[in-house]
T-cell receptor, first 113, second 114 residues
Framework: GDSVTQMEGPVTLSEEAFLTINCTYT??????LFWYVQYPGEGLQLLLK?????DKGSNKGFEATYRKETTSFHLEKGSVQVSDSAVYFC????????????FGKGTKLTVNP | EPEVTQTPSHQVTQMGQEVILRCVPI?????FYWYRQILGQKVEFLVS????????KSEIFDDQFSVERPDGSNFTLKIRSTKLEDSAMYFC????????????FGPGTRLTVT
């Protein structure tokens, strides 16, 4: 079945460091891909998405590119801030009409001043 | 800004007891979902609900689980006879239309079965 694998956390960085969180997927065809973020005490929020191969999703300085060759959707940010501390979830939604999201385990990011 | 709310934030129950987890989706949304995350595991889809019926469910969503929209605002998940392995964070989500890319999630209810 469809699945998402993302890098294990936790990840701890200093402010202004470069962030990469790896995500790879297994799915039939070309699913839609998402990054969700969960800040402490809040629900998961959509951070960015890409719906077809080679699309780049971006939001709040974060970027991810849909790479069909490597079935990957890595999250990057050039300069993290303390306020980026959260749990990040990679997810996919398969083709074919299903509404369900298939998630990875989540990666906890802590950014220190 | 509208948000999905869930109550309670933490529920402790004994094995074999029934629990009801409550969610209030965003008011104009029509599609509703439950997911769960067992500690250290992935967030897993349980069920989707539209027009007062289940539109999709996972293999996890067996006869012990049921969902209901009792009054046009609340959306509930009932577990009839809880097991230790039901201990997890349960997330409710909603969207305004089929195929919408963003699902809006609540903060979750942590269920602990002792």
């Amino acid at each position: 079945g469809d699945s998402v694998t993302q890098m294990e956390g936790p990840v701890t960085l200093s402010e202004e460091a470069f962030l990469t969180i790896n995500c790879t997927y297994t799915a039939t065809g070309y699913p839609s891909l998402f990054w969700y973020v969960q800040y402490p005490g809040e629900g998961l929020q959509l951070l960015l998405k890409a719906t077809k191969a080679d699309d780049k999703g971006s939001n709040k300085g974060f970027e991810a590119t849909y790479r069909k060759e490597t079935t990957s959707f890595h999250l990057e940010k050039g300069s993290v801030q303390v306020s980026d501390s959260a749990v990040y979830f990679c997810a996919l939604r398969a083709l074919g009409g299903s509404e369900k999201l298939v998630f990875g385990k989540g990666t906890k990011l802590t950014v220190n001043p | 800004e509208p948000e999905v709310t869930q109550t309670p934030s933490h529920q402790v129950t004994q094995m074999g007891q029934e629990v009801i987890l409550r969610c209030v989706p965003i008011s104009n949304h029509l599609y509703f979902y439950w997911y769960r995350q067992i500690l250290g595991q992935k967030v897993e889809f349980l069920v989707s609900f539209y027009n007062n019926e289940i539109s999709e469910k996972s293999e996890i969503f067996d006869d012990q689980f049921s969902v209901e929209r009792p009054d046009g605002s609340n959306f509930t998940l009932k577990i009839r006879s809880t097991k230790l392995e039901d201990s997890a964070m349960y997330f409710c989500a909603s969207t305004e239309r089929r195929g919408a890319y963003e699902q809006y999630f609540g903060p979750g209810t942590r269920l602990t079965v002792t």
